[in-house]
């Protein structure tokens, strides 16, 4: 059973960077991918960016391609979604999730979720 835990989130001006990190422990060695989402109020859950556990193939939604980058640490079994010139509309809780295959666009395969860390972008 995985475990993810998220930390990172805050307030920040618009224009400004948060760094949010997803530690999973707990039966890593099944993992095939893992992912960010948020979900703003009002809003659906949406993709914002994934990454693939062995070969780190990433993926972005074009909301934030320009502005976000997402990585991982071997040694510390974590995930980062480094966020850059942030904006209002990027206001939402953030999930961090995991799956056991490498279709990491696909949300429905990701079987493991995070308590979720709010961010919040002031104008």
């Known amino acids: 059973q995985v475990q993810l835990v998220e930390s990172g989130g805050g307030l920040v001006q618009a224009g400004g960077s948060l760094r949010l990190s997803c530690a999973a422990s707990?039966?890593?060695?099944?993992?095939?991918?893992m992912g960010w989402f948020r979900q703003a109020p009002g809003k659906e859950r949406e993709f914002v960016a994934a990454i693939t556990w062995r070969a780190r193939d990433t993926y972005k939604a074009d909301s934030v391609k320009a502005r976000f980058t997402i990585s991982r640490d071997d040694a510390k079994n974590t995930v980062y979604l480094q966020m850059n010139s942030l904006k209002p509309e990027d206001t939402a809780v953030y999930y961090c999730?995991?799956?056991?295959?490498?279709?990491?666009?696909?949300?429905?395969?990701?079987?493991?979720w995070g308590q979720g860390t709010q961010v919040t972008v002031s104008s």
């Open positions: 707990g039966g890593t060695f099944s993992i095939g991918g």
């Open positions: 999730a995991a799956t056991d295959t490498t279709l990491v666009l696909h949300t429905r395969l990701y079987n493991y």
